[in-house]
Structure formats: C-alpha cells, structure tokens
C-alpha cells in the first residue's frame, strides 16, 4: 500500500505553496485576498474529492452520462480509496491481487470470509460461533470446550498480540497456517487478547514525535526570526 506515503510530497507541495505566498505578499500585497480565495477554493475540491474517493471509486466521469464510474472489476485499481461496502468488499475478494504485499496469508481473506463474519471461533477442528466477547481495549474468547489443544481466533496475526489466561498468565500465541491468530488455552475457559505496541511500533512513534517537534521548533525560529527582520525593517 505505497500511498501511504503519499504524506511527505503532499508535506513539501505545501510547504513549497507557503514559502511561495510569504515572498509573494512582500512583493505585492494585494495578492494575498486573491490567492487566498484560490487556496480555499482549491482546498474545498480536494477534501470533496476526497470523500467521493473514498465512498466510490473514481476513474473520472462517464462523459456520456456525466455520472461517477462506479467500482467494478475491471476498473478497480490498487490505489484508489473506497468505502467498506459490500459491493467493495466483493469486489476485493474477487480480485486477490490487490492484496500482494498484504500481511495477511495468501488467500486468507477471501477464502475465510464467514470466519470474519460471523467472529467465528476453531477449537481444535470444531468451529463454533457466540464465543467472542469485547471489553474496553481486551478481545476475550469465551467458553473454551474442555482438553482443547489449539484455539483459532477471527483475528488476522500481528507480532504486537498476546494472550492470557484468567490468572494473568501469558500463553503462547502464534501464527497458524491460516493466517490467524492462535495458541493453546492450556485448559483455560476464557483467554483475554490484547496487543502490545511492538519496538518498531515504539520506535515509529518516537520518530513521528521528534520529527513534529522539530517542524514546530522550526516554524517558531522561522516566525520570531520574521518578526526581528520586520522590526529592524521599520527602525
């Protein structure tokens, strides 16, 4: 999903944008009402956009009837934004290629759709709805049948889950063939679920903190550095 990234030209568009106004309006003031109109104006069709984006795929305009190109199969791309509807969802299940660098395993997503569903639960081989409960930040699995051996939860596995019994006690949890979270109850009649941000995770946020502070550090140098520049300017 490489638009994630999409947020650092978008970071330099604007910043290019602001550097661009702020000479502008020393060399001609009248400027700023105007450009400002513009900016808004341009803002306004980019977050409507946006949410048009995100409730249907975009492809253009059918110039024929002058409707929005509703999400199909062929017109479908990786990078586009759409709402969870069923239509949508649909239409990823029949398309697993939009999913090749996904963490999910191969197939998993399509080929276990009533397990997400439904919340279904699989002790050992027996698959059995009405066993998940949620409570605050803690996913529980509830009534687990006696001398199970492996339990599969309707959660795709990530690093940061953990699982315990009702003593506190931690179990080991893995990933099974599926792509589920799973793990053996150790004869525990409830498990509680719970994620823990994992050292990358920790890491990524120590970077997104540093990194806004420094942007407002420079920010606030640049604005009194500005503010000395126009007072020398006036004297």
């Not at 699989?122 to 339990?151: A, E, H």
Request: glycine share 6%; proline share 3%; aromatic share 12%.
């Amino acid at each position: 999903m490489t638009y994630r990234w999409h947020f650092m030209p978008a970071i330099l568009g604007s910043l290019f944008v602001a550097f661009a106004i702020t000479d502008l309006m020393k060399i001609k003031q009248k400027m700023l009402p105007i450009v400002s109109v513009m900016l808004i104006y341009l803002s306004f069709n980019g977050m409507m956009l946006n949410t048009v984006a995100k409730n249907c795929h975009v492809d253009g305009f059918n110039n024929a009837t002058n409707h929005i190109v509703a999400p199909n199969k062929d017109n479908l791309k990786t990078d586009s934004l759409f709402g969870v509807t069923n239509d949508n969802i649909q239409v990823m299940l029949d398309r697993p290629s939009l999913a090749l660098d996904d963490y999910r395993a191969q197939g998993q997503e399509r080929n276990a759709k009533r397990i997400y569903s439904d919340s279904l639960v699989q002790f050992d081989k027996q698959i059995l709805p009405n066993r998940t409960m949620v409570k605050g930040q803690d996913f529980y699995i509830i009534g687990v049948p006696r001398n199970t051996r492996s339990v599969q939860t309707p959660i795709t596995y990530l690093k940061g889950f953990a699982a315990f019994d009702t003593q506190g006690k931690r179990l080991r949890a893995y990933k099974n063939k599926g792509g589920f979270l799973s793990f053996d109850p150790r004869g525990a009649k409830t498990i509680r679920l719970t994620y823990h941000k994992t050292l990358v995770h920790q890491i990524s946020l120590i970077i997104f903190i540093i990194t806004w502070l420094a942007l407002g550090g420079y920010w606030l140098i640049y604005f009194i550095k500005g503010m000395f520049y126009t007072s020398r300017l006036k004297h």
